[in-house]
């Protein structure tokens, strides 16, 4: 159990336009998600957490209007990148747990975003 | 506020060996956990391992045991008989019991040599 899916898997898009990376969990309910950010060779940056139905708590120096999180259902939480630039360019990996404490966390396969 | 350190970027570790990879936290909440996660190129984590802080033994699952030492507050990784598949990036993470937050340490490559 405790399998989280992404999608899509990679994506390339020009500069200027927005891009929505989804993370679903099959297999059990989510009470919180994560979303990460990772570049080449770095570890894991914590963007935002979501929980359903409530607002997302972004990390310091993360730009909320840059980054939508829409943490609609128990099984799904959106990441949506507006007017992406190369400079936004990442491997963004999401996470998911059963309970608001965020203790054990499922990560999804990641989605890597090149923007042109 | 929380850190963990991994001081070790890289590791070398001949095949069928054990090896220990180092992480130490600091934290000034008495209820935690600690966790490891495995980053093959592939890119996706998988969870190894976890100990909690009021656990009284070391958490062990399968070729993987964390040696925890409280008072040293360290959370340090042993795998044990290492297989060229362990060849992967290594992260140690945080969360505080009831908090919203994970923080990872940096990583360790560890490099399998048959």
């Known amino acids: 159990g405790a399998v989280v899916s992404q999608h899509p898997s990679r994506v390339i898009c020009k500069s200027g336009t927005s891009v929505k990376i989804e993370c679903r969990s099959l297999?059990?309910?989510?009470?919180?998600m994560f979303w990460y950010r990772q570049f080449p060779k770095q570890s894991l940056m914590l963007m935002a957490t979501s929980n359903e139905g409530s607002k997302a708590t972004y990390e310091q120096g993360v730009e909320k209007d840059k980054f939508l999180i829409n943490h609609a259902s128990l099984t799904l939480s959106t990441l949506t990148v507006t007017s992406a630039h190369p400079e936004d360019s990442s491997f963004y990996i999401c996470?998911?747990?059963?309970?608001?404490?965020?203790?054990?966390?499922?990560f999804g396969p990641g989605t890597r975003l090149l923007v042109l | 506020a929380q850190k963990i350190t991994q001081t070790q970027p890289g590791m070398f570790v001949q095949e069928k060996e054990a090896v220990t990879l180092d992480c130490t936290y600091d934290t000034s909440d008495p209820s935690y956990g600690l966790f490891w996660y495995k980053q093959p190129s592939s890119g996706e984590m998988i969870f190894l391992i976890y100990q909690g802080s009021y656990d009284q033994q070391n958490a062990t699952e399968g070729r993987y045991s964390l040696n925890f030492q409280k008072a040293r507050k360290s959370a340090n990784l042993v795998i044990s008989a290492s297989q060229l598949g362990d060849s992967a990036m290594y992260f140690c993470?945080?969360?505080?019991?009831?908090?919203?937050?994970?923080?990872f340490g940096a990583g360790t490559r560890l490099f399998v040599k048959a």
């Open positions: 993470a945080m969360a505080e019991t009831g908090g919203f937050k994970t923080i």
């Open positions: 297999d059990f309910q989510a009470t919180t």
């Open positions: 996470s998911a747990s059963r309970d608001r404490g965020g203790e054990t966390q499922y």
